[in-house]
C-alpha cells in the first residue's frame, strides 16, 4: 500500500525567488514523498526571472505563480518552512496547520550587479537549497510517520 506524499509549504514574504526555487526543488526532486508549494504573505505577483534560469540550469522546469499565505491557512499541510534570512529580514509566522521549521537563506532578489552576478547569487541559493532541503525534510519525514 503507497503512502500518501507529505505536504510541505513554503513561506516567505514575496514569494518571488526562494519559496518558488525550493517548491520547485523538492517537487522535482523528492516528489515521490512530497508535494510542495510555496506562497508569500506580501507576494510579489510574479516569479523572479532569474530564479527561473537558476532552476531550468539544473533541468527543473517551474512554471509556479506568487501566491498570497491565507490561500493555504485552513489546507491540511505537514510541515511548513520560512526561507527567509533572520539576520537580514522578519521571517512571516504561520498560524496554519502543520510543523514549523525555518531554514535561512539570503535573498538573491536582492543582488545586483550584472546579470552574470545577479546569477551566480541565485546560483548559490538553490545549490544551498538543493543540500539544507532534502535533509531538513528527511528528519521531519522521520518524525511525521511516527506522529502518524
Excluded: Y
Excluded at 62 to 79: T, V
Excluded at 122 to 131: E, G, H, I, Y
Amino acid at each position: 500500500m503507497a503512502s500518501e506524499k507529505l505536504r510541505v509549504l513554503f513561506l516567505c514574504t514575496g514569494n518571488s525567488a526562494r519559496s518558488q526555487m525550493a517548491e520547485a526543488l523538492v517537487n522535482a526532486r523528492l516528489g515521490e514523498h512530497w508535494q510542495a508549494v510555496s506562497a508569500g504573505v506580501k507576494p510579489s505577483g510574479q516569479v523572479n526571472p532569474h530564479a527561473i534560469r537558476a532552476l531550468a540550469e539544473m533541468s527543473i522546469q517551474h512554471q509556479g505563480k506568487s501566491k498570497p499565505a491565507d490561500r493555504f491557512i485552513s489546507e491540511a499541510l505537514d510541515l511548513v518552512v520560512t526561507v527567509c534570512d533572520d539576520a537580514a529580514e522578519n521571517c512571516p509566522v504561520w498560524v496554519g496547520k502543520g510543523l514549523r521549521a525555518h531554514l535561512s537563506f539570503p535573498d538573491p532578489a536582492k543582488a545586483s550587479g550584472t546579470d552574470e552576478e545577479v546569477m551566480t547569487v541565485f546560483r548559490q541559493v538553490l545549490k544551498d537549497m538543493s543540500v539544507q532541503i532534502p535533509l531538513l525534510l528527511k528528519a521531519k519525514q522521520k518524525v511525521l510517520q511516527v506522529r502518524n
